[in-house]
């Protein structure tokens, strides 16, 4: 989360600096996320299956815990996808 937050400033210096930059952070940030979620799934899966019987209600709890970095990464990338139609020079 700390490096997502990073990459939303990042964005947001990039939108005043460097505007081609802007759609490529974004992505970043989007991958991120969903990298992060895949290794956090990963290392949940592995302490499962060495804990044995978990009641479902702490799987599913950690499971919206572990979602969150993928939904920050896209907003992201919709903050970036916005910017970015906001600086392209009009028609």
Do not use: C, H
């Not at 400033?9 to 970043?28: D, H, Q, S, T």
């Not at 572990?66 to 970036?80: D, E, H, K, R």
């Amino acid at each position: 989360m700390t490096f997502l937050t990073l990459n939303l400033l990042a964005l947001l210096l990039a939108a005043w600096k460097a505007p081609a930059w802007v759609k490529e952070i974004g992505i970043i940030a989007f991958v991120f996320g969903v990298i992060s979620f895949l290794i956090g799934f990963y290392v949940a899966a592995d302490a499962l299956s060495k804990a044995g019987d978990i009641p479902q209600k702490v799987i599913w709890a950690g499971f919206q815990i572990a979602i969150i970095t993928p939904i920050y990464g896209l907003i992201i990338y919709f903050v970036s996808l916005i910017i970015r139609i906001v600086q392209k020079p009009r028609i």
